[in-house]
């Protein structure tokens, strides 16, 4: 997911450029996207990473094949795409994720967006 600007009036709104998940494990790097396999609540999921991004989203579909189903709270976050066009976010949920060095826990946004 690409951010690039938060609006300061209301400080709950945050723009981003897209949303990406990849279902595949074995998806290559094209174009220089960045994609990364991590564990996630001790599942293998496949992410687009951005380096510049603010938010951490995950689609509802992604979220109900982890084995272990993390909480999902209420969430009043407006996210923008780029033509201002609001993101669905149903809510937040803290996820374990861990790499091959590092092991941490994160907050992400819940879409009913699929992609």
């Known amino acids: 997911m690409n951010v690039i600007e938060e609006n300061y009036e209301n400080s709950e709104t945050t723009y981003i450029g897209k949303l990406k998940s990849v ?9 220089c996207v ?11 999921v496949m992410f687009k990473l951005d ?21 999902v709270r209420n969430c009043k976050t407006d996210v923008l795409d780029y033509s ?5 976010i149903l809510g ?8 091959k060095r590092y092991g941490k826990t994160y907050n992400f946004l819940v879409t009913s967006l699929n992609s």
Do not use: F, H, M
């Not at 937040?92 to 790499?99: D, G, P, S, V």
């Open 34 to 44: 960045w994609y990364e396999k991590i564990l996630v609540s001790k599942n293998a």
């Open 51 to 71: 380096t510049g991004s603010q938010v951490n989203v995950i689609s509802k579909s992604e979220l109900l094949k982890l084995e272990e189903k993390p909480a």
């Open 92 to 99: 937040k949920c803290y996820l374990n994720c861990q790499t």
């Open 84 to 88: 201002d066009n609001r993101v669905p």
């Open 23 to 31: 279902n595949e494990l074995d998806t290559k790097e094209t174009n």
